[in-house]
């Protein structure tokens, strides 16, 4: 009896075995014969809009004002507590409405099989136009055929499934920052992974991490970018701050239009040798606030010319002429640089004025003994004499990595909502983003590479 009992029970033990091996590798065993199609919703949507954000569900919070537009207050509420991410997007067409996207799932089943007005399903997602034109150009769109999203695309896509992010493409990027879009041409098509942090009494910040490209469609994968030290906040003087290893990132967009090349060359004499001097030439430019006077703002530029400081020297002075021309008087001659080496007359100082006595802009020459020239350009009135070491390295620094192909960082910092309050920000740029007190990001730039490594923050003072 005891034995058949043993007999039995190793029976039963491995008739169990057998049921578990079945439940688990038959399923997996039908996906690999016939594989489970990935969602394709969003990365069809991706080749079509201007700029997309992903939120993440917050269902305590109750139904956007946007949901209650697209759904009605009723659908609205009962979707808004299925779904865990949905998305917000602008189309590349359209008169800038904006579309809602979410997880087909999350509808009700009976709102799927009469979808609600102006929608459209996307593969597995359910997208609500602004309006019945918006999505009639946005299904007729869809319907061409599409390669599948590689590089850059397929990374960012990946970014929108997993959590809160926004992906911009040029025509975004063009729509938020207006006229200040080509000194933006190396961050033309991109997407950042946005975080929250909490920095006790003093507010909160948002913590950005992402990458970039001056190429649209980039297929290339991740570049290593460096890790920089952060820098501190900006004085309550100063605007805006940007430093980079050389100008060519900034001025690119710019001067690859022949409208801008022609005149800098017939007027200022500025052609193709200056212009070569002035991309690699490392740089750092400050926006300053004016307390008085007919200026809001002040702008300085310096500029580590270092070994080339005879070539600049002569470019500066080229540009007198054309500078006279249009009926600016030169005050310079008085203002020379206090280091023994800059009083040269092959170095000669600039402080350009209105003929009512308005100073309106100028240079001066800059030296520490044993160091490089550094020049000092302004726009407005004379800033007050900065020291040399706060300005950008021309010998073993940026400047060296540039020249030898390295890496580099262009590192911005500014304070939007000062900006926007005195009208110097692009006004189509999201509120929280006008609304913030400093903003600092960092982009890792290659010489011959076309990806950026992207990161920074965005914070915000608490109110008191």
């Keep these: 009896m005891a034995r058949s009992q043993r007999v039995w029970r190793s029976l039963e033990l491995r008739a169990t075995a057998g049921a578990i091996a079945a439940l688990v590798l038959l399923p997996a065993l039908a996906l690999l014969i016939a594989p489970r199609p990935r969602a394709q919703g969003l990365e069809r949507l991706l080749s079509q809009v201007a700029l997309i954000q992903s939120f993440p569900s917050q269902g305590r919070l109750g139904a956007p004002p946007l949901w209650q537009q697209r759904l009605g207050p009723s659908l609205a509420g009962q979707v808004w507590n299925r779904q865990h ?5 602008w189309a590349e067409h359209g008169d800038g409405a904006a579309y809602l996207a979410f997880p087909l799932a999350s509808l009700p089943e009976q709102s799927r099989r009469v979808l609600p007005a102006n929608s459209l399903r996307v593969d597995d997602l359910l997208v609500i136009a602004p309006d019945p034109l918006s999505q009639r150009l946005m299904r007729d769109e869809l319907q061409l055929k599409q390669r599948q999203s590689q590089g850059l695309l397929q990374r960012c896509r990946q970014r929108l499934e997993q959590d809160q992010a926004v992906y911009w493409s040029p025509a975004g990027l063009g729509a938020l920052v207006g006229p200040v879009a080509p000194l933006l041409q190396h961050v033309q098509q991109g997407c950042l992974s946005l975080g929250l942090r909490g920095l006790g009494l003093s507010g909160e910040a948002l913590l950005l991490s992402g990458e970039a490209s001056d190429t649209q469609g980039y297929l290339g994968g991740v570049q290593a970018g460096d890790t920089p030290s952060p820098l501190p906040p900006l004085g309550p003087s100063v605007l805006l701050e940007l430093r980079g290893p050389g100008l060519e990132p900034v001025l690119e967009g710019l ?31 400050r926006l300053n606030r004016l307390p008085k006077g007919p200026f809001q703002a002040g702008l300085e530029l310096r500029l580590a010319v270092g070994p080339n400081h005879r070539q600049w020297a002569a470019l500066l002075q080229g540009l007198r002429p054309a500078l006279i021309a249009q009926g600016l008087v030169d005050g310079g001659p008085s203002l020379q640089s206090p280091a023994a080496a800059m009083a040269s007359a092959s170095f000669p100082a600039a402080q350009w004025s209105r003929e009512d006595g308005q100073v309106v802009g100028g240079w001066r020459w800059m030296r520490e003994p044993g160091g490089d020239p550094q020049v000092l350009l302004f726009l407005g009135p004379d800033p007050s004499r900065p020291r040399v070491e706060d300005g950008p390295k021309a010998d073993g620094g940026a400047f060296t990595d540039w020249a030898q192909g390295g890496r580099g960082l262009l590192r911005l910092r500014l304070r939007p909502k000062d900006l926007a309050g005195l009208g110097l920000l692009p006004p189509d740029l999201p509120k929280p983003v006008q609304a913030a007190s400093q903003l600092a990001l960092d982009a890792s730039i290659k010489r011959r590479g076309p990806l950026s490594q992207l990161g920074g923050s965005l914070q915000w003072e608490r109110s008191r």
Excluded at 85 to 89: A, E, G, M, N
Excluded at 256 to 285: E, H, M, N, V, W
Aim: charged share 15%.
């Design 85 to 89: 991410l949905w998305w917000q997007f």
């Design 255 to 285: 001067l690859s239009r022949q409208l801008i090349r022609d005149p800098l060359a017939a007027r200022y004499g500025i052609a193709q040798p200056q212009l070569a001097l002035i991309r690699k030439t490392p740089f750092l430019l």
